[in-house]
């Protein structure tokens, strides 16, 4: 069983807390066999307080990371305060020195100060919650920040936005260990989408244009029963009734994505549930999401999560 270990320091946000424990302890295996075990520490293993009026007490202390196959950082209040490499408290630095190097890292919003100050994200994309990127990219200017996204899978070491975003991170290992049938029946479990389109950018503070005909979700849907075909972006701006320039427009400010982000993105959404679910040859496959070949359904797929169709057919089979 895979053991995901959370550590809670002082100040810790609650909601972010909690999001280990309940997407990855929701997760089964067909028999209902529970897939992780969830562990929540402290440095010292006393209790810490949180955010809001009161604290929480835990088992563990920092010793169990050491077992740990991933762990987990949820944002706390504090965290802004690390200003910059090598800032991290000790505390915090003898705690992560427990960490096996091949460990997999997981930050939710603002524990990506952690995980940069501890040089974990040298030269690595990542992101953090989109109000604190601009300081978070001064501070640690070997960091590849992206602001738009929602989180980013660098592999080993994965970061994602503000608070509800480490809901679409947990998910998304869930369905990068285990498939995206069993990330799907935990999202359902929790109530919670199995995948969010767009990214930060949506949810910036800004003025944000009324929902009317114009919006572009009539032609989204349209043109998700359409993944098959050669869809160009002048087809959708035709079935939106507005030229190239305004759809992109509108399509950026509702998704926070290009549509042809958007495409591909649904295309390998597509492809994946067709690998999973369906005795389809690989060419019949790539026909059906739209990528035309199978090469291409290659090329695609192994941008996006670095295995071949054929590889990801055997390990995520329904």
């Not at 999001?19 to 969830?38: C, H, K, M, N, W």
């Not at 005909?213 to 032609?219: N, Y």
């Amino acid at each position: 069983m895979h053991r995901v270990v959370v550590l809670a320091v002082g100040g810790v946000i609650p909601f972010e807390l909690s999001l280990a424990s309940r997407i990855f302890g929701t997760a089964r295996d067909a028999g209902q066999q529970p897939l992780y075990e969830v562990i929540t520490c402290t440095p010292d293993g006393g209790p810490v307080a949180t955010a809001a009026d009161f604290s929480i007490a835990v088992t563990h202390d920092a010793s169990v990371l050491a077992t740990a196959q991933t762990v987990v950082i949820p944002a706390s209040e504090t965290m802004t305060k690390i200003t910059g490499p090598d800032a991290l408290p000790p505390t915090l630095v003898d705690a992560l020195a427990l960490v096996r190097p091949e460990t997999r890292m997981v930050s939710i919003c603002l524990a990506s100060y952690v995980l940069a100050a501890a040089g974990l994200l040298h030269d690595l994309p990542a992101t953090t919650h989109w109000r604190h990127a601009g300081d978070f990219q001064r501070l640690f200017p070997r960091v590849k920040v992206n602001p738009d996204v929602l989180f980013v899978d660098a592999g080993r070491i994965l970061t994602s936005a503000g608070a509800a975003a480490g809901v679409d991170l947990c998910l998304h290992l869930v369905r990068r260990d285990h498939g995206s049938g069993i990330a799907n029946h935990v999202a359902r479990s929790c109530v919670v989408p199995p995948w969010r389109d767009g990214g930060q950018a949506q949810y910036v503070e800004r003025p944000v244009p009324e929902v009317s005909r114009a919006g572009t979700a009539p032609t989204r849907a349209w043109a998700l029963d359409r993944l098959d075909q050669p869809l160009q972006l002048e087809d959708l701006a035709t079935h939106a009734g507005t030229s190239r320039r305004t759809f992109t427009r509108r399509f950026r400010a509702e998704v926070g994505q290009s549509p042809g982000q958007w495409l591909t993105q649904q295309r390998v959404d597509l492809a994946r549930h067709l690998l999973e679910h369906s005795e389809l040859p690989v060419d019949r496959i790539a026909e059906r999401s739209g990528f035309g070949t199978a090469t291409s359904l290659r090329q695609h797929l192994h941008r996006a999560i670095a295995v071949s169709p054929n590889t990801y057919r055997r390990t995520f089979r329904a």
